[in-house]
């Protein structure tokens, strides 16, 4: 069996260990007895489970932009905005376990040197997003707008572990799709006063 074969089998493999299990599972050892394959032909294809993970979460991120880039072309900005969160909650309600691997894996290695491939996926999804709002704040200068943006990003990143969670649900009984969309709107209507104001 070729390389690419095997590495293929352990992907899909680990991916199903995710989804079916969580992320805490996915061990060398528990992916060698779901697979077949020994821990050793594991750490010869991918060096080590962080490899491994990192193309999980590539995947991970392929398939939002999958979904989110079928919106580029709706509504308005302000609406497409609002769509593009609400497809966002969606996705990592439906795929708990695989997000949750992904924001896992960027909170505890801040220090990490990313791929090239991998951070460009994660620019393609800041991308869309960036279009949008450049129609809907034309007056703020690109750094301005860029900061707003990954400002933006990243309060619905940190936001997004508790959506695969019932964290929130024990204190509040406020839905998650009302809590991410009044996150974003209340975060557009100060960039609208910002916006008047400069």
């Avoid at 309060?155 to 009984?173: E, H, I, V």
Wanted: aromatic share 12%.
């Amino acid at each position: 069996m070729s390389k690419d074969k095997i590495q293929e089998n352990l992907v899909n493999k680990g991916r199903e260990l995710i989804r079916e299990k969580g992320a805490d599972f996915l061990t060398a050892r528990k992916l060698s007895d779901a697979s077949g394959y020994s821990v050793g032909t594991i750490y010869n294809q991918f060096g080590n489970m962080d490899n491994f993970i990192l193309i999980q979460n590539y995947l991970t991120l392929e398939q939002l932009y999958t979904s989110l880039v079928k919106l580029q072309t709706s509504g308005t900005p302000y609406q497409r905005l609002n769509l593009y969160v609400k497809e966002f909650i969606n996705f990592v309600i439906e795929n708990k376990n695989l997000w949750f691997l992904v924001h896992n894996f960027h909170l505890l290695n801040n220090n990490r040197h990313f791929s090239k491939i991998y951070l460009k996926r994660v620019v393609q999804i800041t991308k869309l997003v960036e279009s949008a709002f450049k129609n809907m704040f034309p007056e703020i200068e690109m750094p301005e707008r860029t900061l707003s943006i990954q400002v933006l990003w990243l309060s619905l990143f940190s936001l997004s572990s508790f959506l695969t969670t019932d964290a929130l649900d024990s204190f509040s009984k406020i839905n998650k799709y009302t809590l991410c969309e009044l996150l974003l709107n209340t975060y557009l209507a100060g960039m609208k006063v910002l916006e008047k104001a400069s």
